[in-house]
């Protein structure tokens, strides 16, 4: 058999199974079973395939057609403008986050040495993202997650940012360590009850920790802001990422512990996605 035959035989038992972009996914698949990009894939389709690839390549195959993410069985995503590793246990970076990236770029054009700390770092996509774009800037990451600490570890070694990150395993609650110039987060803020009906990629295969806010949603966002509060500096900026419904309530809970709502702002899909306020 070769390349391609494996391919179309792969993208069927994954339109079978209803898994959207089954082709893309099958040759992204043969990719990762065969150690070589998708571009040589695609330009040697005609070529056998080794029998032990193809073992690989259709348990691979298995594993997508029952929903498990594409991120997770490659070990990696594309994020703003570097590729990132990912694990089971840290969040798949998304599209919509890359808001965050740019708007911190924005505030900062005209800035040097600041102090940036992320709270609830995960696969570390936020701040090294960050930390790449801005030579002059140093982060802090704290994650609850020891895996998660490790993931953020290695992407800052393969982003070439590790000399300027430090990390902490804590949870925000009890971190209290220095005071910083901006803060970014991307907390937890589905409504507990909500999480079974989410897209199986995401109910079945992420990690509840990264996802769950609560009955509410807020939970995480309630404590992420009160401890923001404290650790930033005095004129600071404070960008959060927030829920598709969650705008003016998390605007009520930003000016009770002192900050300045400079703006909302919205996702590709129109809905409301990050916040950027001002401690005051």
Partial sequence: ????????????????????????????????????????????????????????????????????????????????????LVSNDTLIPRPDTELIIEKVLELTCHKKNISILEIGIGTGCILLSILKERKTFYGTGIDISKSCLNISKLNAIKLKVGSKLKLYKSNVDKFTLGKYDLIVSNPPYIKKKILKYLEKDVAKFEPKLALDGGLDGLSAIRKVIKKSSELIKKNGKFVLEIGFDQKNIVISLLKKEGFYINSAYKDLANNDRCIVCTKI
């Fill in 1 to 84: 058999m070769n390349i391609n035959s494996a391919i179309i035989n792969g993208a069927k038992v994954l339109k079978d199974n209803s898994i959207s972009n089954p082709f893309l996914d099958s040759e992204i698949l043969m990719a990762k079973a065969i150690d070589k990009d998708r571009k040589y894939v695609l330009l040697n389709s005609k070529r056998p395939i080794d029998i032990d690839d193809l073992n690989i390549f259709q348990k691979l195959i298995k594993k997508r057609s029952l929903g498990k993410p594409i991120a997770y069985l490659t070990n990696k995503k594309f994020f703003w403008n570097s590729e990132f």
